[in-house]
């Protein structure tokens, strides 16, 4: 700083320069100023722009608890955490500049690490960036590599002066969780069985409720299944399904499923979860009804579902409820068949949770699994025994009615899927998955082409206690899908019964089930 040209520079010069002032002030901007040098109270209220701005001045000297002017806090500072890596952005503080005067000029920020508890200084902790070049990281982070997983970790920024004065900023906390592969591989024989792989390779085998008991699995602590759990909402009583990300391969007739709790290279966004173009991007968590629709629409017990409609009359009557609510569709139905053939590695979902169906002669009132103390199994008094069932909650995924599928229709080129719900559709805007046999499927293809990784069948010499045993029907002229079972008795339903009919076709064993997706 140049030769003070008055009282106040002079003043401010020995502020800023620790040195001492002994004349007495001769205005209130004086006194202000010499209230700071000497540490001592200026209790009167400011009567001027400056006088304002000097007592700030005091504010920033006071708050720095040692009589020294610090800088403001870092703004926007952020974390994203990519695997073990963790991305940080945050903006530099201005220079404390006071009539034309730089009181504190920015040198630098640094960002100190420390596992476990926040870093007290600059000295407290790993010290991985000592940024001076003036919002380097403001748009692209630093990276930090090479996190540890499960470990919490607290990052702090601290900005300095060119005098080397710090604040204590901003403090940012990260945990790096481990993504955990869990997977299943059909070998393409005649067995409904699949073999475990990756992480569950020797997970036992789920044991679900019979009788409206208790039950066990291995996959009940896990992400995304521990997350499948009941609450309401508008459309009533529904069960939220966390993100997974997924991966299909083939090696001829061998089908392998494999589901991670985070993203992966080669993986991809569970179906229901995934961008359908409606302008919300990917989900976080999802929600399907716990039970088929009532008359009013809504997931709800106590009162038979609604049947006898077209699959178009279900569709609007469902979304009315809710912009954010749908009919079930194709995308929601492979998503559950991705989580169930992982965690239950077996394609006869009747022999491994219960025979479902129900009565043999009419629909009955829902909520007959509520009395469950587990959240998947029968009400029957053994699985061979036809009753009701749940998978994860979700009651009636093949017994009392059979629910139309939405987002998909057939033609005569085949399966066509649409994502988008606002173009949910009997006949038009989907895109072709391909051709399914028609019958019990003996061999799947795998198709990425109508917007997600899917299986599909391409021939049907099996039966209903081989290969997938769920029949799965196809018919050219008659184009909206519908899937599980109804309270008809019988073992060719199932999670991955497929069968269709016509769109104008209202008949008493097809229900309805929504979804939503916010």
């Known amino acids: ?94 220079d404390i500049i006071i009539q034309e005067v730089v009181l504190a000029e920015w040198a630098g920020t640094k960002v100190v690490r420390k596992a476990g508890s926040v870093p007290t200084s600059v000295d407290d902790g790993v010290l991985i960036v000592d940024s001076t070049t003036r919002d380097e990281y403001e748009s692209a982070g630093f990276e930090d590599e090479g996190l540890e997983y499960e470990v919490t970790y607290y990052y702090r920024f601290f900005p300095y002066t060119t005098k080397g004065l710090v604040t204590n900023g901003t403090v940012k906390e990260v945990t790096a969780w481990a993504t955990h592969i869990y997977g299943a591989e059909w070998d393409g024989t005649s067995t409904t069985a699949w073999t475990r792989t990756d992480e569950s390779a020797l997970f036992t085998d789920p044991v679900p409720a019979v009788n409206n008991g208790n039950g066990s699995s291995p996959f009940d602590s896990l992400q995304p299944w521990a997350g499948m759990t009941v609450s309401e909402r508008t459309g009533g009583t529904v069960v939220s399904i966390p993100k997974f990300w997924y991966k299909l391969s083939q090696t001829g007739n061998k089908i392998k499923v494999q589901i991670a709790d985070g993203a992966l290279d080669g993986y991809s966004v569970s179906p229901a979860h995934m961008d359908r173009g409606d302008g919300s991007g990917e989900r976080d968590t999802v929600y399907i009804g716990r039970y088929h629709c009532a008359s009013d629409y809504k997931s709800k017990p106590g009162v038979k579902p609604v049947a006898s409609i077209t699959r178009a009359t ?45 009565n043999n002669s009419a629909t009955e009132n829902m909520g007959s699994t509520d009395g469950m103390t587990y959240h998947t199994g029968t009400n029957a008094s053994n699985r061979t025994t036809y009753g009701h069932v749940q998978y994860r909650h979700i009651e009636g995924l093949w017994d009392n009615v059979c629910d139309w599928c939405d987002g998909c229709y057939y033609n005569s080129s085949g399966l066509n899927i649409i994502l988008k719900p606002a173009s949910f559709s009997d006949s038009t805007g989907g895109t072709l998955m391909g051709k399914p046999s028609s019958g019990y499927p003996s061999k799947f293809i795998i198709s990425s082409v109508a917007g997600f990784p899917a299986f599909y069948p391409t021939e049907a010499s099996g039966s209903n206690s081989s290969y997938s045993c769920d029949y799965w029907s196809y018919g050219s002229s008659n184009p909206c899908l519908f899937v599980g079972g109804n309270y008809n008795q019988n073992q060719s339903c199932g999670l991955f019964y497929v069968n269709y009919t016509g769109t104008s076709n209202t008949n008493g064993h097809i229900g309805c089930r929504l979804q939503e997706l916010p």
């Open 1 to 94: 700083m140049s030769d003070p040209q008055s009282r106040n520079e002079a003043l401010i010069e020995a502020i800023i320069n620790e040195t001492t002032y002994t004349d007495p002030p001769q205005s209130r901007n004086e006194a202000i100023l010499k209230s700071i040098l000497d540490e001592t109270e200026y209790t009167k209220a400011p009567q001027s722009r400056m006088e304002d701005l000097l007592i700030q001045l005091k504010e920033y000297i006071e708050e720095g608890g040692d009589g020294k002017i610090r800088l403001d806090d870092v703004d926007n500072a952020d974390i994203t955490l990519t695997g073990t890596t963790a991305s940080i952005t945050w903006k530099d503080p201005e």
């Open 314 to 358: 279900a569709r609007s009557s469902i979304h009315n409820l809710n912009s954010k609510i749908w009919q079930c569709d194709f995308a929601m139905r492979f998503t559950l068949w991705l989580l169930y053939i992982v965690e239950f590695a077996d394609w006869n979902s009747q022999a491994k949770i219960g025979y479902g169906c129900g």
